[in-house]
């Protein structure tokens, strides 16, 4: 029996994280309000060029989103409808391209549709938090899934490492009940997402505090408003304090960065490991 399209993207998603080199995701927001690239790529063609050029710069991985998470607010909410009808039209095209597709969305059903359509990985902001459908959607299905930390609000006053870890165990924790095993979950702290800036920061600066769930990590910080906070420049010239911080991130063992400028951070990433193989 020949494998499905998800489960052969997925188990080359396994083999990609043995191969014990960082991957790139790249983002691709077929939305209209994104914090930094908004309407850029809602149009079909506009999409599925983005992540051509993605793919061909080295992007190990493509998630492709069709509802802005705002993390820093006023995100318009969309229905299931609505985001499957955005997805529709590009991400098959995006799964023809070869790379494991991963589906940025809160929502089962649209996560459902998605695999349906070709998808191998989910991405959930939240965590398992927020729909119950979503832990026994991926344990049926069989597929990784990034799991999230995310706060409906910022609070200063929190020790925010540690809430992330506790956040991390609610989660493993719902996984465990619908039946899907650890093995699945790559954990992600959530940068920007209920946070500070100075969160974000302790929070990257805290990446190794996170290996300690023994699953693999992804960092999204990417344009994100910490950056501004640092070195004030409007999101999309926010890339070289991107990649410093995914850069960190990977020498602190992260697996996966997602990020919208795929090109910069692989050659940063290339550099980087071809410097340490000559040490
Ligand atoms: N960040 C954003 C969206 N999805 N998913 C994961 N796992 N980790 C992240 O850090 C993350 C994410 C926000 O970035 P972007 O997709 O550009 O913005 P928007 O959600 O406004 O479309």
Do not use: C
């Not at 995100?75 to 609505?82: G, R």
């Not at 940068?191 to 693999?216: C, E, N």
């Amino acid at each position: 029996m020949t494998a499905s399209p998800a489960l052969a993207a997925s188990s080359r998603l396994a083999d990609l994280l043995r191969a014990g080199r960082p991957l790139v995701m790249g983002v691709l927001n077929v939305t209209p309000d994104s914090f930094s690239d908004g309407g850029k790529f809602l149009d079909p063609a506009t999409a599925i060029a983005q992540a051509e050029r993605m793919v061909a710069a080295g992007a190990d991985i493509v998630d492709v989103g069709a509802e802005s998470t705002r993390p820093y607010g006023g995100a318009e909410p969309v229905t299931a409808d609505d985001e499957i009808a955005r997805l529709a039209p590009v991400l098959p095209a995006v799964v023809a391209m070869g790379v494991p597709v991963s589906i940025d969305t809160m929502k089962a059903a649209v996560a459902a549709w998605a695999l349906d359509h070709g998808a191998a990985i989910l991405n959930d902001v939240w965590g398992l938090q927020r729909d119950p459908e979503m832990a026994p959607l991926a344990a049926r299905r069989g597929v990784p899934i990034v799991v999230m930390h995310n706060r409906e609000t910022a609070d200063p006053a929190i020790d925010i490492v540690a809430d992330v870890e506790a956040f991390f165990a609610r989660s493993l924790a719902v996984a465990a009940d619908a039946g899907l095993p650890a093995e699945q979950i790559v954990l992600d702290p959530g940068i920007g997402f209920g946070k500070t800036p100075a969160q974000s920061l302790a929070t990257l600066a805290a990446t190794r505090r996170f290996l300690g769930f023994g699953r693999p990590l992804l960092i999204g910080a990417s344009r994100k408003r910490f950056i501004d906070s640092v070195s004030p420049a409007p999101p999309d010239q926010r890339i070289g304090g991107s990649i410093a911080a995914h850069l960190l991130a990977v020498l602190d063992g992260a697996a996966i960065v997602r990020v919208h400028d795929v090109p910069e951070t692989v050659q940063a990433l290339r550099v980087a490991a071809a410097i340490r193989t000559a040490e």
